[in-house]
């Protein structure tokens, strides 16, 4: 799917978060009514709905067809937010249980998706019971599937008819020698395959299956997992096969490799990515696609807005017997909420562009925020455990990723650690923004060049950065403050023959 070329001077997040757009960089008369309207609340699609909106993932197939070498389903860590994780497998009835519970309990419950712990197309008698059981009882919210893609060329028309109208497809490849580094076995049409065998079929069905999944009329996320030094060079490959078969968006994630995890990857000390290495694949990825820099990797049995996961809250024991009532109204009025709310963002937005517009066009600056949801600036630095990143000019905030952070203030002996944690983890960033902060970790993050500003508590984001912006700005102009260049600027000027290379 080819993009129409949106100016660099507008704003990516600007050109369509109040209209129905995803955040994710194309203006909103380039998206057609149907499109922006599955967007509109599906908080894994649409960076400026998963401020606002909340999923959960019903954890109903165990089962699974491929094997990843950074997969390991047996561990589970309640503490633990991580994709494959679950603390309890549900039937399907118990799956519609817990999902009305929750809508009783959540107004902001949007979307219901199943995504393991194992293949949901795997399992499909239990996927498609649950499926049919939610439908029937929530018809408001919104189904999805998340699957390695083994299969889908087989269940497409299925999920149509279960009205599942997004799919999440994990390609981490297109070149089979790639794949047999990542994946060691297939299990296809009754036989185990092996090595790049195995990754041949697989690469072939995951393609043919997004195909399918596109003509059928679905939104089609790719998932990819970067694993550098494996598929790091190869990511930008893979985008342009995925792209040119429709899918909607690209979400390249970060491995998470610990050996405590039992995986192979995690035993043969394969590392993740550092933040520089994720940005600079998905900037050569980004070209005129979409991608996704706001996803948390969550739980197969998450519950909540991203970044808030109260998967606890919510286990079979703590539920409440009986079968429970669907809240459709107060969902729907948390909807009507929401939207006022859009509004008064986008007036205070504009409000604070006009503000900066006389700016030099090539000043820019990037900052880290705390938030707990609704887009705004509403956490406290120490209870943080990630800070979304964000380059701002005078064309507004792009958010950049996600820096997952040890949460400061827990007590006890970590804490130092998990301040220079922090400090490391924002070292590209010129300033903070915090609803509080404590005088000890901001005079730490003014020694490492980060203003720690807790001014803009509560307002929403864009609006807090642009506001310091404008501050900056004129403190650069007088000759105050000099701009820090962003590790994505310094990254660019040696991306040639390092990280990645899209020239
Ligand atoms: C647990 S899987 C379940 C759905 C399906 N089996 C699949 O692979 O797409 C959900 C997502 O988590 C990713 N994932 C699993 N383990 C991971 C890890 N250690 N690091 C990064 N991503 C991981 C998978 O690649 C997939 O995109
Ligand atoms: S396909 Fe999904 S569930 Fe299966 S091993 Fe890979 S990540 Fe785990």
């Known amino acids: 799917m080819k993009l129409p070329v949106v100016s660099p001077e507008v704003p990516a997040a600007a050109n369509c978060r109040f209209s129905g757009g995803c955040g994710l960089g194309e203006a909103p008369a380039v998206l057609p009514e149907a ?47 991580r994709p494959g994780v ?3 497998r549900l039937s399907p009835e118990e799956a519609l249980r817990k999902v009305l519970a929750v809508a009783a309990e959540l107004p902001q419950l949007a979307v219901v998706g ?20 939610v439908r029937a009882a929530a018809p408001d919210l919104r189904l999805c599937v998340s699957t390695n893609g083994l299969a889908l060329p087989d269940h497409v028309d299925e999920l149509r008819a279960a009205g599942v109208d997004h799919v999440t497809v994990t390609i981490n490849m297109v070149d089979p020698e790639v794949g047999a580094r990542i994946h060691p076995w297939i299990v296809h049409g009754g036989r185990r395959l092996e090595g790049r065998a195995a990754a041949e079929v697989l690469s072939g069905r995951q393609l043919e299956g997004v195909r399918r999944a596109v003509a059928a009329g679905m939104l089609v996320k790719v998932n990819s997992v970067l694993v550098p030094g494996v598929n790091d060079r190869h990511l930008v490959e893979v985008n342009r096969a995925v792209r040119g078969l429709g899918a909607f968006v ?54 909540g807005l991203l970044g808030q996961d109260r998967s606890q809250e919510f ?17 729907a009025a948390h909807r009507a909420a929401v939207e006022r709310l859009r509004d008064r963002a986008a007036g205070a ?13 090539d000043l820019r600056a990037r900052v880290a925020v705390a938030t707990r949801g609704e887009g705004r600036v509403n956490e406290h630095f120490g209870h943080a455990p990630s800070f979304q990143v964000y380059d701002v000019s005078r064309a507004g905030a792009r958010l950049v990723g996600l820096r997952r952070v040890d949460a400061y203030c827990v007590g006890g002996e970590g804490e130092d650690d ?3 944690g922090a400090l490391a983890a924002l070292s590209d960033c010129t300033a903070v923004l915090v609803a509080k902060v404590g005088r000890c970790p901001r005079e730490k993050l003014a020694a490492a060049g980060i203003e720690a500003v807790s001014e803009h508590a509560h307002a ?27 590790s994505a600027e310094t990254a660019g000027e040696a991306s040639c023959g390092s990280t990645i290379c899209t020239g």
Not at 461 to 480: H, K, N
Request: proline content about 8%.
């Open 418 to 420: 998990a301040l220079e």
């Open 35 to 81: 499109i922006a309207e599955k967007l509109r609340n599906h908080p894994c699609y649409s960076e400026e709905a998963h401020h606002h909106f909340a999923r959960m993932h019903v954890a109903v197939a165990p089962a699974c067809n491929v094997q990843c070498h950074y997969c390991n389903r047996k561990f589970d860590c309640a503490n633990e937010s």
């Open 250 to 303: 690209h979400n390249v994630m970060p491995l998470i490799s610990d050996p405590a995890h039992g995986t192979h990857y995690g035993l043969t000390g394969q590392r993740g990515p550092t933040a520089e290495e994720l940005e600079a694949v998905q900037r050569a990825c980004e070209g005129d696609a979409r991608v996704m820099r706001h996803c948390r990797q969550c739980r197969a049995d998450a519950v």
């Open 460 to 486: 929403f984001i864009e609006e807090a950065a642009l506001a310091w912006f404008a501050r900056f700005a004129a403190e650069v102009a007088r000759g105050e403050r000099t701009p820090r260049p962003t």
């Open 86 to 88: 679950v603390s309890e």
């Open 349 to 361: 937005r504009a409000e604070r562009l006009r503000a900066v517009a006389s700016v030099p066009a």
């Open 114 to 133: 199943v995504a393991g712990p194992g293949d949901p197309l795997a399992n499909p008698e239990r996927t498609f019971r649950t499926l049919a059981l």
């Open 315 to 331: 286990t079979l024991a703590r539920l409440p017997p009986g079968p429970a009532q669907d809240a459709a109204e107060v969902r």
